[in-house]
């Protein structure tokens, strides 16, 4: 939906409950858009997460995203984000136009598989077609997936430091 269309639909008094999805949509076999919604920080100051009705097929590409990175780990992930609000996204410091805000990003561990830095190189050594896998501060994964896939890894290790190219370990050196 373009602006232009979301400022008709409003001018034209679409209830809000009509442009938002709900919670209970089933988006893969183990996600709704609950699973992609859910944030502490969103219900503990009460920020209404749910994602309009534009953002489905995205979503949809994330939850069958994440399904084949479970296959692929062969464990449970643990989400602990994926789509968020501008405003949530605000809240937790994220980038504006984030891809958290598109419905294409997801923050996990799996803990079953290994740590975080285990699990981004099993996704950079994978077939998968992500756009963009970063291991954030050597404690999750962010994971995004997109029409046209890049395929990037990156590392971020201190806000100060910025992004690095690849899968770096604590210690600096680059893995992959
Ligand atoms: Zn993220």
Known sequence: MTPNERSTVLRASVPLEQTLLAPTLRLSTRFSVADLMRSDIARREQIDNRPGIHLQPNLC??????????????????????????????????????????????????????????????????????????????????????????RNTLTIRSASEGYLAGIHDDSGTRRA
């Open 61 to 150: 590409r994330l939850a069958t995203g994440l399904e084949a990175i479970i296959e692929l780990l062969g464990y449970p992930i643990e989400l602990s984000s994926a789509y968020r609000c501008d405003l949530l996204n605000a809240r937790v410091g994220g980038v504006a136009g984030s891809q958290h805000t598109l419905g294409e990003a997801a923050d996990f561990t799996c803990p079953g598989f290994g740590d975080a830095l285990e699990v981004s190189l099993a996704l950079h050594q994978s077939t998968l077609d992500f756009d963009q896998c970063i291991l954030e501060f050597g404690r999750w994964v962010h994971v995004s997936f997109r029409e046209n896939p890049r």
